[in-house]
């Protein structure tokens, strides 16, 4: 059967940008359909404008850290609406490279909302009846929100938040995950009463233990208020703003709510199951090891296949496809040993197992860690602490996770990360010479083995 082209990619994100391009570069006739702006959740309303307001946040501690290293008070202030102007404009410029790329690499772009129809149709807005030889899903995902909390209609959402009219004087996040925490950091860094609520015992659930706990003194010790073991029973809207009533009986006055509880594969109203596309329970499209879905001549990328939520991962997932389908070449993604980051304040680099995944997967392990004031600190007196950590197989010394919390472990994770994905030995780890002076240093250092009094924990 002759179809009207050879792939259609619903969602033009990282990874479904990524795909299309390859696949049009091969010869392939490509279509990708979108129904909001170019570029998807990262681009547009997740990591690339969220970290312009970290980086927007952290001047303020900036300034008084150069006080301690001789420098006066400049009085400067920060203009909210200028900012958010500066970031508009940059996300339309992004949003216009990705169209170009498209474009140039011969792909053609629809605007408007694809519902699929069966294995090889799809229906887009505006634009009718489409068949593809292939199907490419990468919509990504979208916050979610407890509709059964009362009041829940006075919230907003991480993609409410880039574009606020006003910063808050106040404001109460819900969630303990890297997006409540990074926004955490990001409003109580310009100056707004920052409320950090959340359920568990520990922000940052999977992440390694030593790194929650850690990174909750340290988000504590820069002014935000961290409320565990709790959650809202309600949101009420007052005279001075929102009344959120707590699990534990205590209420707390915001100017914001905002829930960062959690992300859904956005799939709803699709047609996936006139399709016959298997979902799992929580809605997320189920693959395999190819991205194939269970429908006939249907993939799926990215952030709506719930593997792991990571725009890097959405491109080699796409990448892969392509390669796969178009360039006569099996690629199957290995998601094993992917680095990540939280841009926290102060940031977390981690990779491979935690210590607790290690030792619950049978493991023995040695554990070499570290906590410190880095040099910045020590100079002009701040408290701040570093954290380093090692998670090292016993028998073969082979390091099964590294996990840092301090300045610039993002960037220092990705190169531990390399070396981790090539099976490192704590040996030829510890055989690299140090950069000195570095926090990073401090990893390629640790000879002591790091005995806890208890591991009643684990």
């Known amino acids: 059967m002759a179809h009207d082209l050879d792939l259609f990619v619903i969602g033009a994100g990282s990874g479904g940008v990524r795909a299309a391009r390859l696949a049009a570069q091969s010869g392939a006739k490509v279509a990708v359909a979108e129904e909001y702006r170019v570029g998807g959740t990262c681009v547009i309303r997740g990591c690339v404008p969220k970290k312009f307001m970290v980086y927007a946040s952290e001047f303020a501690h900036y300034a008084h850290i150069s006080e301690g290293y001789g420098w006066s008070a400049s009085g400067s202030s920060f203009d909210w609406s200028r900012f958010r102007e500066a970031k508009d404009r940059e996300i339309s410029r992004l949003s216009g490279l990705y169209i170009a790329n498209l474009t140039r690499a011969g792909a053609s772009l629809m605007e408007g909302r ?151 594969p956005h799939t709803a109203g699709l047609g996936l199951a006139a399709a016959g596309v298997e979902v799992s329970s929580s809605g997320a499209i189920v693959v395999d090891g190819f991205s194939k879905t269970s429908a006939p001549g249907i993939w799926a ?45 102060p940031p977390v680099g981690s990779v491979g197992l935690s210590e607790t995944e290690a030792r619950n997967g049978g493991a023995e392990v040695d554990i070499y860690m570290s906590s410190f004031r880095p040099m910045k600190e020590t100079f002009y007196g701040g ?75 684990h």
Request: charge should be negative.
């Open 301 to 345: 990328v990215g952030d709506v296949t719930d593997r792991i939520n990571l725009t890097p991962v959405a491109i080699r997932e796409g990448a892969a496809f392509a390669q796969t389908e178009f360039y006569g070449n099996p690629t199957r993604f290995d998601h094993d040993m992917v680095a990540s980051a939280v841009f926290s304040q």
């Open 114 to 264: 694809a519902v699929l129809k069966g294995p090889h149709t799809v229906e887009v807005a505006g634009h009718g009846e489409v068949t593809a030889q292939k199907i490419l899903i990468a919509t990504g995902g979208r916050p979610w929100r407890p509709q059964d909390l009362p009041g829940v209609e006075h919230t907003i959402t991480s993609e409410e938040a880039f574009d606020l009219p006003a910063l808050p004087r106040r404001i109460l996040i819900v969630g303990g995950g890297y997006i409540a925490v990074e926004f955490a950091g990001i409003f109580a860094g310009l100056g707004v009463e920052t409320t950090l609520l959340y359920r568990g015992d520990a922000i940052l659930r999977g992440f390694d233990d030593d790194v929650r706990h850690h990174l909750s003194r340290e988000i504590e010790r820069r002014g935000i208020r961290l409320l565990l073991g709790q959650t809202q029973t309600s949101i009420e809207k007052g005279p001075n703003g929102l009344l959120s009533r707590l699990s534990g009986g205590d209420a707390i006055e915001t100017d914001q709510v905002m829930l960062a509880t959690g992300r859904a």
């Open 383 to 457: 408290q701040e602490q570093a954290l380093i950590k090692l998670v090292v197989e016993t028998k073969s010394q082979k390091i099964l996770g590294c996990h840092v919390v301090g300045p610039d472990s993002p960037e220092i994770i990705q190169m531990a990360a390399i070396a981790l994905k090539m099976g490192v030995t704590k040996s030829q780890w510890d055989s690299t010479c140090a950069v000195h002076p570095t926090l990073s240093e401090e990893l390629v250092t640790m000879k002591d083995k790091f005995v806890r009094a208890t591991r009643a924990d």
